[in-house]
Antibody, heavy 121, light 104 residues
Framework: QVQLVQSGAEVKKPGASMKVSCKAS????????IHWVRQAPGQRLEWMGW????????KYSQKFQGRVTITRDTSASTAYMELSSLRSEDTAMYYC??????????????WGQGTTVTVSS | EIVLTQSPGTLSLSPGERATLSCRAS???????FAWYQQKPGQAPRLLIY???SRATGIPDRFSGSGSGTDFTLTISRLEPEDIAVYYC?????FGQGTKVEIK
């Protein structure tokens, strides 16, 4: 079954870091890319970044540049998104999505179930 | 940075009616990369349309996309109760703010 399965919910303190995983199955992981998109409560979707799962090239949204790191482990068919210096405004649902490895502009045709992250003191 | 503006904010229609959702880009964008997603309450988004007008796998033919340049449209030809959702347009690293479709 072609799917992306994300890690479980997290609660973090302000200033801490978080790392969410996205495990791919049912397709050749390295033939695609993985995007990370977040959605604060009641808000629009917000693109954070992208990794070409084959060659490891990344592209980040300017908004998160310097605070976000996206990596992948090809042996585990898993992508990771780490966000540092967390603040309350980072409380959101975080999604991974499958995209094209050619260019980050292409659409996301498969999505993970989402990971809830709460940042609170 | 490209800004995508969707209208209307909310659309209330009866089952069987036609729904027309608009997305306007702040500058001309490539149709190749333009997409529409559906997000039902409590669910992850689902790809409906890619390349501005191509339906994704498994999407019913009542959904269609059109447009080019700065103006794009998602049409639901005959609204079904299961179409209640928020619809987002997307291009590159930008999403629109969404259009909520309600059943009257």
């Amino acid at each position: 079954q072609v799917q992306l399965v994300q890690s479980g919910a997290e609660v973090k303190k302000p200033g801490a870091s978080m790392k969410v995983s996205c495990k791919a199955s049912g397709y050749t992981f390295t033939s695609y890319a993985i995007h990370w998109v977040r959605q604060a409560p009641g808000q629009r979707l917000e693109w954070m970044g992208w990794i070409n799962a084959g060659n490891g090239n990344t592209k980040y949204s300017q908004k998160f540049q310097g605070r976000v790191t996206i990596t992948r482990d090809t042996s585990a068919s898993t992508a990771y998104m780490e966000l540092s210096s967390l603040r309350s405004e980072d409380t959101a649902m975080y999604y991974c999505g499958r995209g094209s490895g050619d260019f980050y502009y292409y659409a996301m045709d498969l999505w993970g179930q989402g990971t809830t992250v709460t940042v609170s003191s | 940075e490209i800004v995508l503006t969707q209208s209307p904010g909310t659309l209330s229609l009866s089952p069987g009616e036609r729904a027309t959702l608009s997305c306007r880009a702040s500058q001309s964008v490539s149709s190749t990369y333009f997409a529409w997603y559906q997000q039902k309450p409590g669910q992850a988004p689902r790809l409906l349309i890619y390349g501005a007008s191509s339906r994704a796998t498994g999407i019913p033919d009542r959904f269609s996309g059109s447009g080019s340049g700065t103006d794009f449209t998602l049409t639901i030809s005959r609204l079904e109760p299961e179409d209640i959702a928020v619809y987002y347009c997307h291009q590159g690293g930008t999403f629109g703010q969404g259009t909520k479709v309600e059943i009257k």
